[in-house]
């Protein structure tokens, strides 16, 4: 069983929202220093998956980082004397200077005396350049000190030099090794993402109304694979023959309405089952079965297949209507097409689609008529229907594509607008995108989910 575990105060915390455990170890790797927990469930019933990763000097590539530091401060302590040397010399330097000045004055006038000055003035300049005398020793080791002080400097100059290229390059290995580490960080939280992640639905929020704009039917969606520092927004108007998207910069933006892009797709679209997935637009050709995948970056169409035996043109809509024969998905097991065919009687038929050639992985037919379904959207596999688009909505029917099963349901959720055109499920945000009458809206989600180990019973 999982052990309790606090952990100490790292350098460095990566959250992870998710539903469920509350205080538990779910991974530890004492060999590598880093561990990953969660915290306390929230009362909305989320929860928080928290990744330590170790302190900097643990992820050193090898000794040689630690002996290039100590150098390095050794050299930068030698500077810094050098320094105070200099501080506490530069008084004495300066007055023996003056003194060789006043010698060689002295030692002018001697020589320019010849026989004009009297006998008291001449011994009186005779003595004073006996007391200097002693002096001029000193002078020129002073003298040969600044020499060496000056070179000593330079040499630190280059080593410092030398030793900051050494330390740049070391670092750029370290940073390698540091991105691996990274990479197998992020691959252990995927893992953690999906254990924490996956469960069953148990409730729907109430609604947070992000924004009101546009007709009564369209699609808005943020890219589900995209870091959490990309919070673009596509937003699509409408729900057949559309070929404009706007891409906001940020959720911030979308809601006032500013600092966006337009892109005039080259196909229409049909729906408003459309997903942005990795950078890409999957969407329904208007008229026809055909998966169109636009890549916004470059603004071209990658790639484009049919669905076989796809009913579209209205054949097979949710109960709403509006060209929805086709609904794409995104979970956290990937991408989703939710449609149905004649050879299917009209039932849900919910396939796994490879994102990159769009042929379907997988076929489940759920034997739920696609006509009396409001809405529907997957999380974890698990296909959930509502049974209304209006009023008094609530998630009715879940499929189980795991164990091909299903099983009747009863989660509520309030449809404030009275009618929802638009219901997909975002894994990143763990959250449910609504188009309701014209409104943009979020429902976040609250999952039930058991977590066993090798070797519980």
Known sequence: MWSLAVPPPPPLLLLLLCSGLAGQTLFQSP???WQLYTSAQAPDGKCICTAVIPAQSTCSRDGRSRELRQLMEKVQNVSQSME??????????QYVRSMETLMRSLDARLRAADGSLSAKSFQELKDRMTELLPLSSVLEQYKADTRTIVRLREEVRNLSGSLATIQEEM???GYEDLQQRVMALEARLHACAQKLGCGK???????????????????WMTDTMAPS???????????????????????????????????LLPQPWAGTGHVVYNGSLFYNKYQSNVVVKYHFRSRSVLVQRSLPGAGYNNTFPYSWGGFSDMDFMVDESGLWAVYTTNQNAGNIVVSRLDPHTLEVVRSWDTGYPKRSAGEAFMICGVLYVTNSHLAGAKVYFAYFTNTSSYEYTD???????SHISMLDYNPRERALYTWNNGHQVLYNVTLFHVISTAGDP
């Open 31 to 33: 060999e590598e220093g």
């Open 84 to 93: 105070v040397l200099e501080l506490r010399t530069y008084r004495d330097l």
């Open 171 to 173: 670092g750029a290995y």
């Open 201 to 219: 639905l148990t409730g729907v929020s109430n609604p947070i109304t992000i924004r009101a704009m546009g007709s009564r039917f369209g699609s």
């Open 229 to 263: 520092a990309d919070s673009r927004v596509w937003y699509m108007d409408g729900y057949y023959k559309g070929r404009r998207v706007l891409e906001f910069r940020t959720l911030g933006d979308f809601i006032k309405g500013q600092n966006f892009i337009q892109h």
């Open 411 to 417: 989660v509520p959720f309030h449809n404030q607008y």
